[in-house]
Every structure is written in structure tokens, then in C-alpha cells.
């Protein structure tokens, strides 16, 4: 059975109910991580609550992405959508919601094909 924890990102203006919102979920060896957050700006770091990412499903605002940084110190723009955790980035130790974009989500090698 998979545990769920939701993990709620820094507030954005007084009216954030009309703001556009974000969502992360890691899906890993022990459960899922789940982040809701309303603004990416500026940009808030998360550390990882997952011994191994395999998976995630990311639905960020307009002009934000999710980044996962491996204990190397390198960052994976994380596509929109579904997609694998390449096996370099199963690790990783931070999870960074900051501006930027971020590609659909296609065919990405794991690592191991």
C-alpha cells in the first residue's frame, strides 16, 4: 500500500484562490510525495522524503518547473506530465520549484535502455 503525505508550498497573493496552481508527485520506493504550491517565485527548495524516485506526474503553472538535483549537485528539468525518473536522478536530495518552462512529456530514456 502506498503512503501519501501532501506537502503545501509557500502561499501566494491574498487572492490565491484565483491563482493558477502547481503540482508534483514523486512516486518512489515507499510511497508518493505529493507538493501543491501557488507561485514559484521565489523559488522554494524542498528536500526529498524518498530514498528513490522512480516516477513522477507534474502539473506546474504557466512559466514554473520542477527540478530535482542528485547528490552530484545535477538538475533534471522535470517534463509536464508522467514520465520515469532517470536512474541518475532516483537519488536526488532536493526537490526546486522556480520560473522557467519545462517541456511536454515524451519518450525519455530511463538510464537503463
Not at 506546474?60 to 525518473?85: E, F, S, T, Y
Amino acid at each position: 500500500m502506498l503512503a501519501c503525505v501532501a506537502v503545501v508550498g509557500a502561499a501566494g497573493a491574498a487572492n490565491a484562490a484565483n491563482a493558477a496552481s502547481g503540482r508534483l508527485t514523486l512516486i518512489g520506493d515507499i510511497g508518493a510525495v505529493t507538493f501543491n504550491y501557488t507561485t514559484c517565485q521565489p523559488p522554494v527548495q524542498y528536500h526529498s522524503q524518498l530514498r528513490e524516485i522512480n516516477s513522477f506526474l507534474n502539473q506546474p503553472p504557466p512559466d514554473c518547473q520542477a527540478i530535482l538535483v542528485n547528490p552530484a549537485g545535477a538538475r533534471k528539468v522535470l517534463c509536464v506530465g508522467r514520465g520515469n525518473v532517470p536512474f541518475e536522478f532516483r537519488q536526488a536530495t532536493q526537490i526546486i520549484i522556480q520560473p522557467g518552462t519545462a517541456p511536454n512529456c515524451g519518450f525519455e530514456p530511463t538510464g537503463r535502455d
